[in-house]
């Protein structure tokens, strides 16, 4: 067993090393190396050694994307967790975390890691940790492992040598997780709908999943942009719609039923209708809705972000559906599932969360669900838009990202909490919540946020409203309201 030797630097290094919502993201060969890697991996081992859960085991699954020596990543994080004890799953391939996700709950793990950086530009990686429940970490796990930073030596054994041991198994992740995700759909119908459906890959993990999920099936499947490529096209792999131009075009010569788009990691859902019109993430999570609601006959409260579009609550006050509303990170969103009842849990990132599977965001069982529902209303999807609108009335959102000093949030979040204007467009404002930024929301049910990112000197300004022109004069609003401390 090879031991890593201290160097000088340590505390600066320690402290460039800081978790997120559910672990710690960084440029690759900045701060994300190999030698913080490792920092990281022994604290995790040292984590959960020192916080065992009852009813798991020692073992922990490994999985991740196709950034820049995400393999040799978490390589590296399995042999680390070997040396410390742990029998490790390591994936053979890049992987949707949602599928690490569900390993650890079906394995019964004590937990496991993702190294993956999610949307973010192609520079970053990061190191996702999984709750044994297969979900997201909570803060407290995060920053347990925080904590633990530099406290032991590392730990470190040949992914050879244990491998030949037995303490890593290389394996693939997918078909076990493909055959769970088939249970939770009416896949029957799906496999004998005929669809005819692009899928969008943003050059992520969930390249060619749809495809074998739906192979020898009546479906007809276009996967767009599914090459590996550690750059992305040159583009963010999220999923919104100014990195749609390819098959944007594409679409347009070839069109199809519908567009499924994943993120980097395959965990987020968006899309576009048939033709390579965009179809917000607000809209898919208000037809899944529905679509559970009316077609599924599914009863339960609903676990929304406070950032998600007011049709969720609409839908729910004319369907007698209690709603939760919580901070942005799904994370929150899981402590809800797990309590149980909730039939769906959403965020307007495009993650949404599903009964009777993990307590996690998956952007291909909800690729999936929308599936099943086209094949359940046999409608294009613009009819399904249209109905709801018709029924709800129309709901437009934006959000832009604004520089802002970090030592200034505390006094503008303190201003704006005290002083909410009076309306929002000439609709009063009825509701001021604190819990997660500042959320205004106006008796028409158009509103306001106001939150600053978790880790950056930038302030989120979130608006919703009837229409695109009346939207784009909310986030003047609320640039105005950042002038004022």
């Known amino acids: 067993m090879r031991q890593a030797q201290p160097r000088i630097g340590l505390k600066q290094k320690f402290m460039s090393i800081k978790f997120g919502t559910d672990g710690w993201r960084a440029v690759i ?77 079906a394995s019964k793990a004590i937990g496991g890691v993702m190294i993956t950086a999610s949307h973010n530009p192609p520079i970053f990686n990061g190191f996702k ?19 633990l930073l530099g406290k032991t030596r590392v730990k470190n054994v040949s992914l050879a040598i244990a491998t030949r041991s037995g303490k ?49 099936t009546t479906c007809r499947v276009t996967t767009l942009n599914g090459q590996h490529d550690s750059n992305f096209g040159g583009i963010n792999p999220e999923p919104i719609e100014k990195n749609y131009a390819r098959s944007q075009a594409y679409l347009k010569k070839h069109p199809h039923d519908i567009c499924l788009v994943t993120d980097g990691d395959a965990d987020r859902i968006g899309g576009m209708d048939g033709r390579g019109n965009l179809l917000t993430t607000h809209q898919l999570i208000s037809l899944l809705l529905r679509h559970f609601v009316r077609n599924r006959r599914g009863t339960g409260k609903i676990a929304k972000a406070l950032t998600t579009t007011s049709m969720v609550d609409k839908f729910c006050a004319a369907h007698g559906l209690q709603v939760i509303e919580t901070g942005v990170g799904f994370k929150h969103i899981a402590v809800e599932q797990i309590k149980g009842g909730v039939l769906l849990g959403v965020e307007e990132s495009g993650s949404i969360g599903f009964p009777g599977h993990v307590p ?126």
């Not at 073992?59 to 990543?73: A, T």
Request: aromatic fraction near 10%; include cysteine.
């Open 29 to 105: 060969a900045d701060t994300f190396t190999f030698e913080n890697l490792e920092r990281v991996a022994q604290a995790t081992a040292d984590y959960w050694k020192r916080h065992r859960v009852k009813g798991t085991v020692r073992h922990i699954i490994v999985g991740y994307d196709r950034r820049f020596l995400s393999e040799e990543f978490a390589q590296r994080t399995a042999e680390v967790l070997a040396a410390n004890g742990f029998q490790v799953t390591l994936s053979d391939r890049p992987v949707p975390t949602p599928a690490v996700s569900w390993w650890v709950k």
């Open 129 to 147: 940790l999984k709750a044994h429940y297969g979900g997201s970490a909570s803060t407290k796990l995060c920053q347990g492992v925080e904590a």
């Open 168 to 216: 890593v198994k290389v394996k693939d992740l997918h078909p076990r997780y493909f055959t769970a995700l088939k249970k939770l759909v009416d896949f029957e119908l799906i496999a004998n709908s005929k669809l005819r459906f692009a899928h969008e890959a943003l050059f992520g993990v969930g390249a060619g999943c749809f495809d074998q999920l739906l192979a020898g």
């Open 360 to 485: 996690e965001r998956d952007g291909i069982l909800s690729g999936l669900m929308l599936l099943e529902m086209l094949a359940t209303e046999k409608k294009p999807v613009g009819k399904l838009l249209s109905e709801l609108e018709k029924e709800f009335g129309p709901h437009r959102y934006a959000r832009i990202d604004t520089a802002f000093p970090l030592d200034k949030r505390t006094d503008l979040m303190r201003y704006c909490a005290k002083n909410p204007p009076a309306k929002l467009n000439g609709s009063s404002v009825v509701d001021v919540r604190t819990f997660d930024g500042i959320k205004y929301v106006a008796e028409d049910s158009s509103w306001l946020i106001l939150r600053g990112s978790g880790t950056e000197p930038i302030l989120r300004i979130y608006a919703e409203s009837s229409s695109g022109p009346a939207v784009q004069k909310l986030l003047k609003l609320g640039r105005k309201l950042t002038t004022q401390v």
